[in-house]
């Protein structure tokens, strides 16, 4: 069964198909981030008019690449939601209009049951249950996933998310944009020698603004004397550790055997190391995404697509005109 898949909610056009839901043929991704690097972030509405003028071409190379013709595609899945609503409009746009001529059903998906699933293309007898510690740009949830396309959420952030967290103390300290790869590579030069605060809550919500309030009076108070590797080998095991430590309560507490980490900021080192060693540790088994499925494409928006499609979650687009994109779709909405 091949699938052809579309994610543009934020800085990456991409386009993939997949066959069966796990095994990627192409995965074109065409990345923004040169050009909002300039910026310190993401511009909405230049966002908005590359995806524009780069989605044809994605496509056009995902089937050249896949060696496979449009008519031998069976669904579309696209990314609805959540994200940037002119940049998720350009995503759904096409994908309906590419459902509507070759007439196959559009598969609307979300982006962190995405993100979730790049690990069923990087763990191929991966299987729910399980717990996400999912933590991207926009989100830090720990999410129980029952099954393919059951969803609960235990615990979020009730402010930054990681993501974010990273850029902004990147921003702080005078690295570059995207902030999470900068700091990790300069905490290669430091040692966490500052003390930062951790939070914690009777449930499992995280807090990432205090910890990052603390970095900026730091680094305002100390200058030119700040030891800038040393506060990021500080920010990034600290907020690692402050991950790892809620994931594995939620294990405990709910009996859990399995935990996948998703979303781009699980393309970092210590993090994964972290995970990994905790997890073996209490006897758990740990999955983590290959790198390149870490951060946003179409290769793990195709595979959550197949399960939703297999589950019968799916338009026939003759049916159903109107599916539009929802900046703010909660996860199992
Ligand atoms: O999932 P993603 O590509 O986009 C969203 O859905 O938000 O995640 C992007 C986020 C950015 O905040 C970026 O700084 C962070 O992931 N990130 C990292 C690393 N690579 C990307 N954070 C920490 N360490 C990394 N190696
Ligand atoms: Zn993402």
Redesign the pocket.
């Known amino acids: 069964m091949l699938g052809l898949s579309i994610e543009s909610?934020?800085d990456?056009t991409s386009v993939a198909i997949l066959k069966d839901g796990r095994e990627v043929l192409s995965n074109v991704v065409s990345t923004q981030i040169d050009i909002h690097k300039e910026f310190g972030g993401v511009v909405p509405e230049i966002a908005s008019r590359k995806h524009l003028t780069n989605i044809s071409y994605v496509v056009d190379e995902a089937l050249k690449e896949a060696k496979v013709d449009l008519k031998d595609i069976e669904y579309i899945g696209v990314t609805y939601g959540p994200?940037l609503v002119g940049a998720l409009l350009v995503g759904v746009s096409y994908a309906k209009s590419l459902a509507y001529a070759l007439n196959i059903p559009i598969v609307p998906t979300h982006?962190?049951e995405g993100?979730i699933a790049a690990n069923y293309i990087s763990n191929k007898e991966l299987k729910p249950p399980f717990l996400a510690l999912v933590?991207?740009?926009?989100?830090s949830h720990l999410i129980y996933v029952k099954d393919y396309t059951d969803f609960e959420i235990l615990g979020k952030t009730r402010d930054d998310?990681?993501?974010?967290a990273?850029?902004k103390v990147?921003r702080t300290l005078g690295l570059g944009?995207?902030?999470?790869?900068?700091?990790?590579n300069c905490a290669l030069k430091g040692k966490p020698t500052y003390n930062l605060p951790k939070t914690k809550f009777e449930n499992y919500d995280f807090s990432f603004s205090g910890i990052k309030t603390a970095v900026i009076n730091i680094a305002h108070k100390e200058g030119e004397n700040l030891k800038v590797a040393d506060m990021c080998a500080s920010f990034?095991t600290t907020v690692c550790e402050e991950l790892t430590q809620n994931a594995m309560r939620v294990m405990k507490d709910y009996n859990l055997k399995k935990v996948v980490l998703a979303?781009?900021?699980?393309?970092?080192?210590?993090?994964r190391n972290m995970i990994c060693k905790e997890a073996k540790k209490s006897g758990y088994e740990a999955f983590i995404p290959d790198l390149k499925y870490?951060?946003?494409n179409a290769a793990m928006i195709g595979s959550a697509a197949y399960y939703n499609y297999i589950s019968g979650k799916y338009y026939d687009i003759k049916d159903k005109l109107d599916l539009n994109a929802k900046a703010n779709l909660k996860v199992g909405e």
């Open positions: 909610s934020c990456e994200g982006h962190i993100h933590v991207s740009g926009g989100h998310a990681v993501g974010e990273f850029d990147a944009y995207p902030g999470g790869p900068e700091v990790s990034e979303g781009g900021v699980s393309a970092n080192r210590v993090l870490c951060t946003d």
